[in-house]
């Protein structure tokens, strides 16, 4: 079956350093979304990629989606410490209205 | 934004006992959700798709007859796990696309805890 990994599995960085987390799916997506869920709290939307080779932008927040449509990535510039939380990507592939979540990237932010 | 309401947040069961778990779309009509399992610092097992009026459609490995689906209108769906035995100690959490406002969104109730002893 459809499988969507993301590395890294955990990152810890000092606030106002960059992070990146990347999102590998082993099929050709429909589209990708990004979520961010809260410790203790549910995940919340943050984007959608549709196009092949997109790049969205939302404030420090950069989000990429390859030009194979296989692979995504989130990038924040500058964290701050209420970046904390874990990032989930969610793919979609064509003929169905299914996310299969991504394996998630846990972000800590050290002030 | 669309509001999903899930309820209960958090139940404590005995085993042997079923649990149902309601999730509601609160402002818009949802003829789609879905059910995800989420266990401690791991991500979202997709468990079933929930369409109002319909069968449920499982993943695999899912046993149907242990969380049964129930989507009898465009605003609710349950989740019922029967039987429950400690192994189904999660984090269950739903999941609602509104049509109407922009199909590919998700929007996530805010999950329900349930322990069973």
């Known amino acids: 079956g459809q499988q969507v990994m993301q590395i890294p599995q955990y990152q810890h960085v000092q606030e106002g350093e960059d992070f990146t987390t990347y999102c590998n799916s082993s099929t050709t997506l429909s589209n990708i979304q990004w979520y961010k869920q809260r410790p203790g709290g549910h995940p919340v939307f943050l984007i959608q990629l549709v196009k092949s080779g997109e790049v969205k932008k939302q404030k420090r927040l950069t989000f990429q989606f390859g030009e194979a449509k296989k692979n995504s990535s989130l990038h924040i510039t500058a964290t701050q410490t209420t970046d904390v939380g874990t990032y989930f990507c969610a793919a979609r592939t064509s003929g169905t209205y299914k996310y299969i979540f991504g394996t998630g990237t846990r972000l800590k932010v050290l002030a | 934004g669309a509001v999903v309401s899930q309820h209960p947040s958090r139940v404590i069961c005995k085993s042997g006992t079923s649990v149902k778990i309601e999730c509601r779309s609160l402002?818009?009509?949802?003829?789609?959700m879905f059910w995800y399992r989420q266990f401690p610092k791991k991500s979202l097992m997709l468990m079933a798709t929930s369409n109002e009026g319909s069968k449920a459609t499982y993943e695999q490995g899912v046993e149907k007859d242990k969380f049964l689906i129930n989507h009898a209108s465009l605003t609710l769906s349950t989740l019922t796990v029967t039987s429950a035995h400690p192994e189904d100690s999660s984090f269950y959490i739903c999941s609602a696309r509104d049509i109407s406002l922009d199909r590919e969104k998700l929007f996530f109730g805010s999950g329900t805890q349930l322990s069973v002893l």
């Open positions: 402002d818009f009509q949802a003829t789609t």
